[in-house]
């Protein structure tokens, strides 16, 4: 079974528009961490943001924020007032333990393009 | 669903030898592959984009000559470290791009490397 699942392969949305990116998980470890990464078309893989298991709250990062539904196992990025420059790959990633290997497993990943 | 694998898992090795790392893709042919130098807890550095039967384009900053990338097929590509050293250590990580669907990835377990 897919520990990350990223059902979403293509999005489009307005310039301006909000966005909710999907991603959800599998794992029986209590202690994980579930990321979101951008890959423009150079290929860089640029962190957004993170959100730890036993976090309280959802993380935010400026026009980001990670919709943590834990018993729901989903993870969903949410993009505030989309910019044409949001256009990219979009990455959720999961890294299981605590202390444990620093590589997380990746989801296929979702192309998301913002329409002017 | 598409699958890529890294060969060795983990590896050791003493400081000046040269240890050669493996990306395969074992379902389906990828025209681009990449290759990631993991950093503690969280970013992906983009070292080199690797297209089948051309040279590797590299990031500012890795050496070509220490960070050797072969794409000799459509389902394999190697990444040598030349002459290691401690400061390498790290976990490298690949990612395959499917031809036919152009967007979609699929990552690597990933590779530590351990330089004595």
């Known amino acids: ?10 999005m489009f949305v307005q310039e301006k528009e909000a966005v909710t990116l999907d991603c959800t998980y599998d794992t029986s470890d209590p ?42 196992k989903s993870a969903n990025l949410v993009i505030s007032a989309s910019q ?30 913002v329409h002017p | ?42 970013s992906l550095m983009l070292m080199a984009t690797s297209n089948e039967g051309s040279k590797a384009t590299y990031e500012q900053g890795v050496e070509k000559d220490k960070f050797l990338i072969n794409h000799a097929s459509l389902t394999l590509s190697t990444l040598t470290v030349t002459s290691a050293h401690p400061e390498d250590s790290s976990f490298y990580i690949c990612s395959a791009r499917e031809a036919s669907t152009g967007n979609e990835q699929f990552f690597g377990p990933g590779t530590r490397l351990t330089v004595l």
């Open chain 1, 1 to 10: 079974a897919q520990k990350i699942t990223q059902t979403q392969p293509g």
């Open chain 1, 31 to 72: 202690s994980y961490g579930l990321f979101w990464y951008k890959q423009p078309s150079s290929g860089e893989m640029i962190f957004l943001i993170y959100q730890g298991s036993y976090d309280q709250q959802n993380a935010t990062e400026g026009r980001y924020s990670l919709n943590f539904q834990k018993a729901r």
């Open chain 1, 84 to 113: 044409l420059g949001d256009s990219a790959m979009y990455f959720c990633a999961m890294r299981e333990g605590v202390g444990g290997s620093y590589i997380p497993t990746f989801g296929r990943g979702t192309s998301l393009i």
């Open chain 2, 1 to 42: 669903g598409a699958v890529v694998s890294q060969h060795p898992s983990r590896v050791i090795c003493k400081s000046g030898t040269s240890v050669k790392i493996e990306c395969r893709s074992l379902d389906f042919q990828a025209t681009t592959m990449f290759w990631y130098r993991q950093f503690p807890k969280k």
